[in-house]
C-alpha cells in the first residue's frame, strides 16, 4: 500500500494537471510526491509522469535521473520502453514529430506492443504515432494510426478496468480529434463532425471547446451556415481557449454572417 501520507488523488491531481497543459506545476507535484510513496506501482506512474513533463519542458538531466530510477524498477525493459513512449510524445510537443516517429517504431519494434498485457500503452502509442504522423502531413497514415487505436477500445464500456477507463477518458477525445482533422483533410466533413461531436462528449475544458470549432468548421464546409454560425457563435462563448484560434473563429463567425446577409439580400422583392 502506498504511504498514507499520499493519496491516489494526489497522483492524479498531478497527472491532470499534466493533461490540462499546467506541466511545471505537474512536475513539481509529482517529485514532491516521490519524495513521500513507497508503493512500487505508485512510483512508476509518478516516474513516468516526471519523465513526461521534463521531457515536454527540454529538461534533459531531470528526464534522465527518472529514467534511471526506472530502470531499478521490477522489469527494468519495460519500464524503458514506456518511458520512451512519452519521450516520443514529448518530441511531438516540442514540434519535433519526425524524432517522435522515429522513437514509435523504435519501441515497436520490441514486440512488447503485441502482448495482451499491454494493449493500454498499445491503445495510447496509436494516438501519439498518429499525432506525429499528422504532424508530418501524412494524414491518411495518421488516420489508420488513429482507428487502430479506436478499435482497440471504441467505447468506456470496452475498457476492462480502472486503469483502462482513466487512460480512455484522455486518450479517446484527442484520438477523435485528430480523427476529425484527418478526415477533414478529405473532405469527409460529416464524418469529421461525427468525430469531433464524440470528442465534445467525451470532453470537457479547452479541448471540448477545440471540439466545437472542428463541428463548426465541418458545417461551414458543408454550407450549413446556420449550424455553423450557432457553433461559432458558442465557441466564441468559452473563449479565451489555449486550442481555438481566436481570430479564426471570428473570421468564421463574420463570413458567416455576410453569407446569411447576402442570401436576406438576394430573398428581397426587386
Same mark, same amino acid.
Given at each position: 500500500?502506498?504511504?498514507?501520507?499520499?493519496?491516489?488523488?494526489?497522483?492524479?491531481?498531478?497527472?491532470?494537471?499534466?493533461?490540462?497543459?499546467?506541466?511545471?506545476?505537474?512536475?513539481?507535484?509529482?517529485?514532491?510526491?516521490?519524495?513521500?510513496?513507497?508503493?512500487?506501482?505508485?512510483?512508476?506512474?509518478?516516474?513516468?509522469?516526471?519523465?513526461?513533463?521534463?521531457?515536454?519542458?527540454?529538461?534533459?538531466?531531470?528526464?534522465?535521473?527518472?529514467?534511471?530510477?526506472?530502470?531499478?524498477?521490477?522489469?527494468?525493459?519495460?519500464?524503458?520502453?514506456?518511458?520512451?513512449?512519452?519521450?516520443?510524445?514529448?518530441?511531438?510537443?516540442?514540434?519535433?514529430?519526425?524524432?517522435?516517429?522515429?522513437?514509435?517504431?523504435?519501441? /515497436?519494434?520490441?514486440?512488447?506492443?503485441?502482448? @495482451?498485457? *499491454?494493449?493500454?500503452?498499445?491503445?495510447? $502509442?496509436? =494516438?501519439? &504515432? %498518429?499525432?506525429?504522423?499528422?504532424?508530418?502531413?501524412?494524414?491518411?497514415?495518421?488516420?489508420?494510426?488513429?482507428?487502430?487505436?479506436?478499435?482497440?477500445?471504441?467505447?468506456?464500456?470496452?475498457?476492462?478496468?480502472?486503469?483502462?477507463?482513466?487512460?480512455?477518458?484522455?486518450?479517446?477525445?484527442?484520438?477523435?480529434?485528430?480523427?476529425?482533422?484527418? /478526415?477533414?483533410?478529405?473532405?469527409?466533413?460529416? @464524418?469529421? *463532425?461525427?468525430?469531433?461531436?464524440?470528442? $465534445?462528449? =467525451?470532453? &470537457? %475544458?479547452?479541448?471540448?471547446?477545440?471540439?466545437?470549432?472542428?463541428?463548426?468548421?465541418?458545417?461551414?464546409?458543408?454550407?450549413?451556415?446556420?449550424?455553423?454560425?450557432?457553433?461559432?457563435?458558442?465557441?466564441?462563448?468559452?473563449?479565451?481557449?489555449?486550442?481555438?484560434?481566436?481570430?479564426?473563429?471570428?473570421?468564421?463567425?463574420?463570413?458567416?454572417?455576410?453569407?446569411?446577409?447576402?442570401?436576406?439580400?438576394?430573398?428581397?422583392?426587386?
Amino acid at each position: 500500500m502506498a504511504n498514507p501520507a499520499v493519496s491516489e488523488e494526489e497522483i492524479e491531481k498531478a497527472e491532470i494537471l499534466r493533461a490540462d497543459g499546467a506541466t511545471e506545476a505537474s512536475l513539481a507535484l509529482s517529485q514532491e510526491l516521490l519524495e513521500r510513496v513507497d508503493d512500487g506501482d505508485l512510483r512508476m506512474r509518478l516516474l513516468f509522469n516526471i519523465v513526461t513533463c521534463s521531457s515536454w519542458l527540454d529538461r534533459g538531466e531531470v528526464a534522465g535521473r527518472a529514467m534511471a530510477e526506472l530502470d531499478k524498477m521490477p522489469d527494468p525493459q519495460v519500464s524503458r520502453v514506456l518511458a520512451n513512449m512519452e519521450r516520443g510524445y514529448a518530441e511531438e510537443i516540442l514540434g519535433r514529430p519526425e524524432n517522435a516517429l522515429a522513437i514509435f517504431d523504435t519501441i /515497436l519494434e520490441t514486440g512488447y506492443f503485441d502482448r @495482451e498485457d *499491454f494493449r493500454v500503452h498499445k491503445y495510447t $502509442l496509436c =494516438l501519439y &504515432k %498518429g499525432q506525429a504522423l499528422l504532424g508530418l502531413k501524412r494524414a491518411s497514415d495518421a488516420l489508420e494510426w488513429l482507428d487502430r487505436g479506436h478499435a482497440i477500445y471504441p467505447s468506456e464500456e470496452s475498457a476492462p478496468d480502472e486503469t483502462a477507463r482513466r487512460i480512455f477518458g484522455w486518450v479517446e477525445p484527442l484520438i477523435q480529434t485528430n480523427r476529425a482533422n484527418c /478526415l477533414m483533410v478529405f473532405d469527409r466533413f460529416e @464524418e469529421a *463532425f461525427q468525430a469531433a461531436s464524440e470528442a $465534445l462528449r =467525451l470532453s &470537457k %475544458g479547452d479541448l471540448a471547446t477545440f471540439a466545437m470549432e472542428q463541428m463548426a468548421e465541418c458545417r461551414h464546409w458543408q454550407a450549413r451556415v446556420p449550424e455553423a454560425l450557432e457553433l461559432y457563435l458558442e465557441v466564441k462563448k468559452r473563449l479565451p481557449c489555449r486550442l481555438v484560434d481566436e481570430k479564426r473563429n471570428q473570421t468564421g463567425i463574420t463570413n458567416c454572417m455576410i453569407f446569411l446577409e447576402g442570401l436576406r439580400g438576394s430573398s428581397q422583392p426587386s
